[in-house]
């Protein structure tokens, strides 16, 4: 069995077995804020794109404001209940698609002019960073921008050490994004997050990007 197939399975099975921890059951404070923000932006026709999207909630409150967003899981069950509360919500697969499969292997007919990353990065093996950097850069349209809420968070580590982890999720920190992404994006923004789901207070960052 390979690894992205391993990883498949066990995403697979901690949904079908309910053990889904960080779910939150409502988008991300954050990203509502953000779009709160931000309405001046035209969004008709604007792709977005939500990597390990879960549930969908995020996939959902940008298509509420006017994105073809689409959502991105390794495990069916995930993307049975996106497909579950999208029909609750009233949208439908125009506002929000949902792919199964392995983000660094996925292709796309087009780029997108947004995409959101939460809880990803700090589930994927650390050892992947690098592909996840080049991976946004390949997906991202040229004028489109790269939201990464950084999570979890403690800002006096900032080598985000991770050999000590029990992750996912898997420690980050800004500084280690910036790294990352050098080459890739530049940054455009860099806030701390005033507005978090419990448990998460003071360890998300949000920081914007755009590609070079």
Not at 44 to 67: H, M, Q
Not at 135 to 147: D, N, Q, S
Request: glycine content about 8%.
């Amino acid at each position: 069995m390979d690894h992205i197939e391993e990883a498949k399975m066990g995403w697979e099975d901690r949904w079908r077995e309910g053990k889904t921890g960080w779910d939150a059951g409502a988008p991300c404070p954050a990203l509502v804020d953000y779009l709160s923000r931000h309405q001046d932006n035209e969004r008709t026709g604007k792709r977005a794109l939500v990597p390990g999207c879960g549930s969908g909630y995020d996939a959902f409150a940008l298509a509420e404001t006017g994105f073809q967003t689409t959502g991105l899981d390794l495990a069916p069950t995930a993307a049975s209940r996106f497909r579950d509360l999208r029909d609750s919500k009233g949208l439908d697969k125009t506002q929000a698609d949902i792919h199964i499969g392995d983000f660094f292997a996925c292709q796309f007919e087009h780029r997108f002019d947004l995409i959101w990353d939460y809880t990803f990065l700090c589930a994927i093996d650390p050892r992947r960073r690098t592909d996840w950097a080049e991976k946004m850069r390949e997906l991202i349209a040229p004028e489109g921008e790269l939201l990464t809420l950084i999570f979890p968070v403690i800002i006096e580590d900032e080598s985000a050490t991770t050999h000590e982890d029990q992750g996912p999720p898997y420690r980050l920190h800004p500084v280690v994004v910036a790294d990352l992404l050098e080459g890739h994006f530049e940054q455009i923004s860099l806030e701390e997050i005033t507005r978090s789901h419990p448990g998460r207070e003071g360890m998300e960052w949000l920081a914007r990007w755009r590609p070079i």
